[in-house]
């Protein structure tokens, strides 16, 4: 069974840090695309950075330079390091994968960056 988790989020004050963490279980995390998305409110959501095999990775341009996206095997788990917040990336987080055809979400984790 296919299982997303995602844990780290919180508050944080503007120019702080959160790492966040995707913990897969079901599915080997590093045979297959794990992204993360974040949903702010009344919006859609967003993607926001991905990790594949091969380890190739995207990170969307409203985050680059800010925010990274890494992987531990022997975890089975995908982490989004997130620096110099700001009050703009105030969402919802989620973590994805696709996986035969379907597509499976985690419950998400809220980040509030707020002085």
């Known amino acids: 069974q296919v299982q997303l988790v995602e844990s780290g989020g919180g508050l944080v004050h503007p120019g702080g840090s959160l790492t966040l963490s995707c913990a897969a279980s079901?599915?080997?995390?590093?045979?297959?695309?794990i992204s993360w998305y974040r949903q702010a409110p009344g919006k859609g959501r967003d993607l926001v950075a991905s990790?594949?095999?091969?380890?190739?990775?995207y990170i969307a341009n409203a985050v680059k330079g800010r925010f990274t996206v890494s992987r531990d095997d022997s975890k089975n788990t995908v982490y989004l390091q997130m620096n110099d917040l700001r009050p703009e990336d105030t969402a919802v987080y989620y973590c994805?994968?696709?996986?035969?055809?379907?597509?499976?979400w985690g419950q998400g984790t809220q980040v509030t960056v707020s002085s």
């Open positions: 079901g599915f080997v995390a590093s045979r297959y695309v």
């Open positions: 994805n994968v696709k996986r035969s055809g379907a597509n499976y």
């Open positions: 990790r594949s095999f091969g380890d190739n990775t």
